[in-house]
């Protein structure tokens, strides 16, 4: 993929190293955005507009079941990483959407493989894997 203003060929992620970290737990029957990735980076958008951050970092995320919502539900589970409050400022966001739409979680990140990063800043820009799985397209 040809780098360009709206793509980025080899983003700098960041990747955490092994070990628990916070994270935002999504109940997926909250959120039931199809496009729940969209929205996140909307989020995203807004707090690199209220915040000063300039540097580079990157959300992974797993879906896995969960009871902490009260009762067994598919939840996503977001780790941002290298970005400072950018997890409390989701989760005072995704409030909004409704009850028990979003909770704070300790999770284990065991590295890539199970994680997928799905969502990057960069160059005061929010970026999302492009569909191809290759390289990253600006949103929005």
């Known amino acids: 993929m040809k780098q360009s203003q709206n793509t980025l060929a080899l983003p700098d992620l960041r990747r955490p190293p092994v070990?628990?970290?916070?994270?935002?737990?999504?109940n997926m029957n909250?959120?039931?955005?199809?496009?729940?990735?969209?929205t996140i980076a909307e989020v995203v958008g807004e707090w690199l507009v209220?915040?000063?951050?300039?540097?580079?970092?990157?959300?992974?995320?797993i879906t896995q079941k969960t009871v902490d919502f009260g009762r067994p539900v598919l939840a996503e589970f977001v780790?941002?990483?290298?970005?400072?409050?950018?997890g409390e400022y989701l989760l005072t966001k995704l409030a909004g959407e409704g009850r028990n739409a979003a909770l704070?979680?300790?999770i284990f990140f065991l590295g890539q493989e199970a994680w997928r990063p799905?969502?990057?800043?960069?160059?005061?820009?929010?970026?999302?894997?492009?569909?191809?799985?290759?390289?990253?397209?600006?949103?929005?």
């Open 19 to 26: 070990a628990v970290y916070p994270a935002v737990q999504i």
């Open 50 to 61: 209220d915040s000063d951050f300039s540097e580079s970092g990157t959300l992974w995320s």
């Open 104 to 106: 704070w979680s300790s």
């Open 79 to 86: 780790l941002p990483h290298g970005l400072p409050g950018m």
């Open 30 to 38: 909250v959120l039931t955005n199809e496009n729940w990735i969209e």
């Open 118 to 140: 799905f969502c990057h800043v960069e160059q005061g820009k929010v970026w999302l894997e492009a569909e191809n799985k290759v390289g990253w397209k600006a949103y929005p």
